[in-house]
C-alpha cells in the first residue's frame, strides 16, 4: 500500500499535541532542508574522491605514454 500522507512519521503525533498544520509544516520543511543539505555535502565529497581517483588515473597514463616515448 502507498502511504500517501505527506508527512513523515515523526510529524504525525504533532497535531496530537496541540500544533497547527502550520508549525507541523514548518517542523517537516525544516527536516527536509537538513536532509538536502547533507545529501549535497555527501555527493561533493564522492565528487571529489572520483576526481582525484580520475587524476591519479590519467597522470599514471601519462607517465606510461612518456616512458614508451623515450
Known amino acids: 500500500m502507498i502511504n500517501r500522507d505527506p ?3 515523526y510529524h504525525k503525533g504533532m497535531h496530537l499535541q496541540g500544533f497547527s498544520p502550520y508549525q507541523i509544516l ?3 520543511r525544516r527536516t527536509n532542508r537538513k ?3 547533507e545529501k549535497s555535502i555527501l555527493e561533493k565529497e564522492i565528487f571529489r574522491f572520483v576526481n582525484s ?3 591519479i588515473a590519467v597522470n599514471e597514463a601519462m607517465k ?3 616512458e614508451d616515448w623515450k
Do not use: G, R, V
Request: aromatic residues 6%; charged residues 35%; glycine residues 0%.
Open 7 to 9: 508527512l513523515p512519521d
Open 26 to 28: 514548518e517542523a517537516s
Open 35 to 37: 536532509k538536502m543539505k
Open 64 to 66: 606510461d605514454i612518456f
Open 53 to 55: 581517483m580520475m587524476t
